[in-house]
């Protein structure tokens, strides 16, 4: 007789792994989404349906990861090549606006659905990069002194 349970485990693993790896993205989907819609609505930004506001938050995030592949070595880069902390700061934070705004324009450039204006695009760009300055101590820390 064949053991099966050896293959329901493993089978049971993957399932798992791959329902926590859709638990983690779609939350961290869900807080772009949340935020930039609660934005949208500060900024008073018109956007025609959610699906085209889910699609804007989507592709924001995907360009956005593709952009920070390129712009977060840079920032390293820079950043070791000082040793003041704060300009340090100033160059991750600078760079990630950059980042921001490149990302927010070509959304802007690609979806009718949603259109930002130069205010709006600006106030998420800073927005976006300070909060993820702050949530990621590991990029811009010198020293453990945290």
Same mark, same amino acid.
């Given at each position: 007789?064949? %053991? ?6 493993? $089978? *049971?693993?993957?399932? @798992?792994? @791959? ?7 779609? =939350?961290?989907? @869900? ?6 819609? *609660?934005?949208?609505?500060?900024? *008073? $930004? ?10 804007? $938050?989507? @592709? ?7 952009? %920070? ?9 820079? =950043?070791?090549?000082? /040793? ?9 934070? *600078?760079? /990630?606006?950059? =980042? ?5 324009? $070509? ?28 949530? %990621?101590? %590991? ?8």
């Amino acid at each position: 007789m064949v %053991d099966h349970s050896k293959h329901f485990k493993r $089978v *049971g693993l993957w399932v @798992g792994m @791959g329902l926590f790896v859709i638990i983690i993205l779609s =939350s961290v989907i @869900g807080v772009y989404f949340l935020t930039m819609a *609660g934005t949208f609505e500060l900024l *008073g $930004v018109q956007y025609h349906s959610v699906w085209g506001l889910i699609g804007f $938050v989507a @592709g924001y995030f995907l360009i956005g990861f593709i952009f %920070d592949l390129f712009f977060n070595p840079l920032a390293a880069i820079l =950043s070791a090549s000082t /040793d003041s902390r704060s300009f340090s700061s100033f160059i991750t934070i *600078g760079l /990630d606006i950059f =980042s921001n705004i490149l990302s927010l324009s $070509v959304m802007n450039l690609v979806m009718s659905s949603v259109a930002l204006t130069e205010v709006a695009l600006l106030t998420l760009a800073v927005a976006i990069a300070l909060i993820e300055f702050l949530l %990621d101590k %590991d990029r811009h820390a010198k020293s453990s002194s945290y």
